[in-house]
């Protein structure tokens, strides 16, 4: 497969290093624009600006499998277009969500494909409100996403609350309901006691509970009813494999025709719960 790298030319260059060892990449291109690309296969699109959905868009109307290495992308209507797009011309499409594709996720989705409970709790020690608005906007984003991706299925009710009415970026609660019964809640708080990040995940008699900044889960494993049965595994994963797994999971949905690691509708439907979310705390 021949693969073009489109962006900056430092980050260019250190994925290309990530995609030295993967055997179905025989040639990389970098480029700084579309047209000095070439003929390729598939393109990794390196791009923080307001209109890299345009370009993506550009790159699907060519028949080119994309891979997005952005923040999320929330535009609702531009995803939907992505999305339609990428349908009708068999391509595929991936965008690098984190929280999504880490290699804590990657397991954690192995344990319980189908849980019954989410929960993220994020406490941050001190961020300015007013200097940080973004990324608190994306901390609770990119959980939403997380959460979507791994339930897969439509939200039944949400509820979203400011912890503050007068300093909306104080913290967000945020609780929903999903159509087979499962739940999942965020809770995040600015100016807290101490910097933490976890991610718990219950079902079948499991519960999972990551420490995000470590990579670290702890599996407890409850379905014995004598306490004697229970049983407490830790595993620590790799973060800096996240970016190599992420292009993997790409290569890999191509080869075998199937959903990528964080579709574009995945992206969409993320956006979705997002845009509910944006209206219940305005």
């Not at 690098?96 to 804590?104: C, K």
């Not at 990657?106 to 990324?135: A, C, D, G």
């Not at 039944?156 to 159509?179: C, N, V, W, Y």
């Not at 100016?191 to 470590?214: F, K, P, Q, T, W």
């Amino acid at each position: 497969m021949r693969v073009g790298i489109l962006g900056d030319r430092e980050r260019a260059t250190a994925w290309e290093k990530h995609l030295r060892p993967l055997t179905a990449v025989h040639e990389v291109v970098i480029a700084g624009n579309l047209d000095g690309l070439g003929h390729v296969d598939a393109c990794l699109l390196i791009d923080e600006s307001a209109d890299n959905l345009a370009q993506m868009a550009e790159l699907i109307k060519l028949g080119i499998h994309s891979y997005l290495i952005s923040s999320l992308p929330t535009d609702h209507n531009q995803l939907k277009l992505i999305y339609h797009h990428s349908q009708e011309s068999d391509v595929r499409i991936q965008f690098s969500h984190w929280p999504t594709i880490s290699p804590s996720s990657q397991y954690m989705r192995q344990q319980i494909p189908k849980p019954s409970f989410l929960q993220v709790i994020k406490e941050n020690s001190y961020i300015s409100f007013t200097e940080n608005k973004t990324k608190f906007s994306s901390q609770w984003q990119d959980e939403i996403a997380w959460i979507t991706r791994w339930m897969d299925m439509e939200i039944h009710r949400m509820d979203a609350h400011s912890l503050m009415t007068d300093q909306p970026e104080a913290g967000i609660q945020i609780h929903m309901k999903f159509e087979n019964g499962s739940a999942a809640a965020v809770t995040i708080l600015n100016a807290g006691s101490e910097n933490r990040h976890r991610r718990i995940a219950s079902g079948s008699g499991i519960m999972l509970d990551c420490h995000v900044e470590r990579q670290s889960v702890r599996k407890i494993n409850l379905s014995g009813n004598d306490q004697s049965d229970h049983s407490v595994d830790r595993k620590t994963l790799d973060a800096s494999q996240t970016a190599p797994l992420s292009a993997s999971l790409f290569f890999k949905a191509i080869k075998l025709r199937r959903d990528t690691g964080f579709s574009a509708y995945d992206a969409l439907r993320a956006s979705r719960a997002i845009e509910k979310v944006k209206g219940q705390i305005k």
